[in-house]
């Protein structure tokens, strides 16, 4: 089955960090970019980060830039996300995604809830 | 960065209906345009991609047409499930990847 299970997660303080994971199966991981796609409670879709399929390029939106580290093991066919610095306005749901060749986002993981409050 | 403008935020319908959804881009966006469905506490799910194409194992209720700066999804009756959150999404020009707000389209 085609999937990405992801781990991670849970309330941490301002300043604090997490580090998300999500793995793969289904699919030639190591043939695909890999992202990430955040929600905060109530609103819209949000594209954080993306990696490359080897993990040499990596793209961050500009507010998580300096704080947030995107990774992947292609043996373990898996990819994680270090948030660190964290701020309210990080609370979001995070979103594992990858588009396997056309141009969209056809499989996402189940989401893991990320919350910062004190 | 592409701004991808949905209209309308809400639309009441009734099961049987049409929908018709907009996504308009401030700039060109070549045919890299996607929708996605959302329902309460779920992952988005890809409908359509490449402004007309249909994901793997999607009705053919949902169509997508228009050009490289305005799109439109279409349910053309619509079903119970149907009723969701709607989202379209860019990815000619990235990073980043950017997503419009979204339509909601709920039972009237």
């Known amino acids: 089955e085609v999937q990405l299970v992801q781990s991670g997660g849970g309330l941490v303080q301002p300043g604090g960090s997490l580090k998300l994971s999500c793995a793969a199966s289904?699919?030639?991981?190591?043939?695909?970019?890999m992202n990430w796609v955040r929600q905060a409670p109530g609103k819209g879709l949000e594209w954080v980060a993306s990696?490359?399929?080897?993990?040499?390029?990596?793209y961050y939106v500009e507010s998580v830039r300096g704080r947030f580290t995107s990774s992947r093991d292609n043996a373990r066919k898996s990819v994680h996300l270090q948030v660190n610095s964290l701020r309210a306005d990080d609370t979001a749901v995070y979103y594992c995604?990858?588009?396997?060749?056309?141009?969209?986002?056809?499989?996402w993981g189940q989401g893991t809830l990320v919350t910062v409050s004190s | 960065e592409v701004v991808l403008t949905q209209s309308p935020a809400t639309l009441s319908l009734s099961p049987g209906e049409r929908a018709t959804l907009s996504c308009r881009a401030s700039?060109?966006?070549?045919?890299?345009i996607a929708w996605y469905q959302q329902k309460p506490g779920q992952a988005p799910r890809l409908l359509i991609y490449?402004?007309?194409n249909r994901a793997t194992g999607i009705p053919a209720r949902f169509s997508g047409s228009g050009s490289e700066t305005d799109v439109t999804l279409t349910i053309s009756s619509l079903e119970p499930e149907d009723f969701a959150v709607y989202h379209c999404?860019?990815?000619?020009?990235?990073?980043?990847?950017?997503f419009g707000q979204g339509t909601k389209l709920e039972i009237k």
């Open positions: 995604v990858v588009a396997r060749g056309i141009q969209a986002f056809d499989i």
């Open positions: 289904g699919f030639t991981f190591n043939s695909f970019w």
């Open positions: 990696i490359s399929q080897d993990g040499s390029d990596k």
């Open positions: 700039q060109s966006v070549s045919s890299s």
């Open positions: 490449q402004i007309s």
């Open positions: 999404q860019q990815r000619t020009n990235w990073p980043p990847y950017t």
